[in-house]
């Protein structure tokens, strides 16, 4: 840890999601708040990051000396039972998507029926680990949100005790670039639609289809968890859950990518795979953790 903890200093957590911006959120709350602040960063791990953003938190927690309590979900199967948390470490980590199928055994599918992943992979495990292992009970937490991504801010801010010090700043894209560019490693990912879980259903369809196109088995997680647990959760006399927009499934994501055939969904705008070259903000936003899955967002 940081600091030493005492009952007379503020505390903040500070929820490093793994990616450049949120890198950059911790370095300067760091920087400013060591010597005043009780300090705890936590990274959430759901088992379905990409492993060059593993590197990158355990790169950062090296070079910065950060200190960053590595937490993974503890789902328990009993309906009316909470998640909990488990530490774990670089090493340890979750891979192949452990903490992300026990949630879907018991909660069913994510998607955009279903959006709870985030709260229930990262936002409930980090306020586990602080409440039960810190015994913290008052608390401020530091998320990663930049200005140009000001509408992703909690309209709770305030009553859930969320800062964003970025977002205050008038920190931008092109900032935290420019910051990341002076430090001795990187984020090694072949682009931004690698980040976070590598599948997200919150990216958007051209990501996804850029993502199938690159490399297929990157959707054998969801497309396994399609078929084994379409029907878990569902209520008698409803039709099965998919994860994905439009009703979509990971198979028809990659077939999509493999034919170019983009029938029905023609109103969407497809001719040409994502970069960030061709960026468009209505093609390749999604929702709330469309660029960043962060803690926070009013599912």
């Known amino acids: 840890m940081l600091t030493l903890r005492t009952d007379d200093k503020p505390r ?103 959006p709870g992943c985030s709260n229930r992979l990262k936002e409930l495990p980090i306020n586990s680990y602080l409440k039960r292992e810190l015994r913290w009970a008052d608390y401020w937490t530091a998320i990663g949100i930049r200005a140009d991504e000001i509408d992703r801010v909690s309209l709770k801010r305030i009553e859930r005790k969320f800062v964003y010090p970025l977002a205050d700043a008038g920190w931008t894209k092109e900032d935290i670039k420019a910051e990341c560019a002076t430090w001795p490693f990187d984020l090694d990912l072949t682009g931004e639609h690698y980040g976070n879980c590598v599948w997200c259903w919150k990216k958007s369809l051209r990501k996804l289809m850029t993502l199938a196109k690159d490399d297929a088995w990157l959707f054998e997680f969801p497309r396994r968890m399609e078929w084994e647990h379409e029907k878990t959760n569902i209520q008698n006399g409803h039709d099965g859950r998919q994860i994905f927009r439009h009703n979509m499934t990971s198979v028809d994501i990659v077939e999509m990518a493999r034919t170019r055939n983009f029938e029905p969904y023609v109103d969407i705008d497809q001719t040409q795979m994502f970069s960030v070259a061709n960026y468009n903000i209505e093609l390749d936003t999604g929702s709330s953790c469309g660029e960043s899955c962060e803690i926070g967002a009013d599912e």
Not at 30 to 58: P, S
């Open 12 to 114: 903040l957590a500070i929820s490093f999601s793994g990616g450049r911006t949120s890198a950059v959120m911790t370095k300067l709350c760091v920087d400013k708040f060591k010597d005043t602040h009780d300090i705890a960063i936590v990274f959430a791990n759901t088992g379905c990051e990409h492993e060059n953003t593993l590197k990158f938190v355990n790169d950062c927690d090296q070079n910065f000396g950060w200190g960053v309590v590595w937490l993974e979900a503890v789902v328990n199967p009993e309906m009316g039972k909470g998640i909990r948390h488990k530490v774990t470490t670089y090493e340890a980590a979750a891979r192949k998507g452990e903490p992300f199928e026990a949630y879907i055994e018991k909660e069913g599918l994510p998607g955009p029926s279903n």
